[in-house]
């Protein structure tokens, strides 16, 4: 809410718009609707969220030593989803242009698909590794849970804390928590 109340008094063009708009749905949603249809509306809200914005990030490059200039990092470290339906294009509401959000966090999304172009060409320009990088909507989300599917499989990190559910063994302390001193060594009371 603060974002648009800045953006209406600095007069942003449609910014009153999206104001009112925002007031609107919120009015509605907690006036008019009983509780027990916005509370869930809230929770599937963040679920689709984390569907959504989870996919343009976690399926790129990780920087362990080498860390790029800002630029090329979040050309190295973002990908966008290619819509292939005016629904999923509402759906996902300007967050597909991942890398045009990183860049450009405070230009108004609807520009973001004139300016896919302009990166493409700069990525290309300047030799960027990996270039501008886009999946379709589906290939996003598939490749996005092949990640979660190697984390989950992969083998555990020497000195890390314990964290595979083996049935109740998950729930119960076996002081390889940070609290319990696991990691340092030095416990917190």
């Known amino acids: 809410m603060k974002v648009v109340v800045n953006a209406v008094e600095e007069k942003r063009p449609e910014a009153k718009t999206e104001l009112y708009a925002l007031l609107a749905h919120y009015g509605i949603m907690l006036t008019i609707l009983p509780w027990n249809v916005w509370v869930p509306a809230v929770f599937l809200s963040g679920l689709m969220s984390a569907l959504i914005v989870t996919p343009t990030h976690q399926s790129e490059a990780l920087f362990e030593e080498y860390q790029p200039d800002f630029v090329t990092a979040q050309f190295m470290s973002t ?111």
């Not at 959000?101 to 004139?114: Q, T």
């Not at 990088?133 to 992969?154: H, P």
């Open 79 to 189: 990908r966008n989803a290619v819509m292939t339906n005016p629904f999923s294009e509402w759906l996902w509401g300007g967050m597909q242009y991942q890398l045009e959000h990183h860049l450009f966090p405070s230009m108004p999304r609807s520009k973001y698909p004139k300016l896919r172009s302009i990166l493409m060409k700069f990525a290309e320009e300047n030799n960027i590794p990996g270039g501008y990088r886009e999946s379709g909507e589906f290939e996003i989300l598939k490749m996005n849970w092949d990640t979660y599917r190697r984390v989950a499989q992969a083998d555990p990190v020497p000195g890390a804390p314990y964290s595979r559910g083996d049935g109740q063994l998950g729930a119960i302390d076996l002081g390889f928590s940070p609290g319990a001193g696991g990691l340092t060594g030095i416990k917190n009371n």
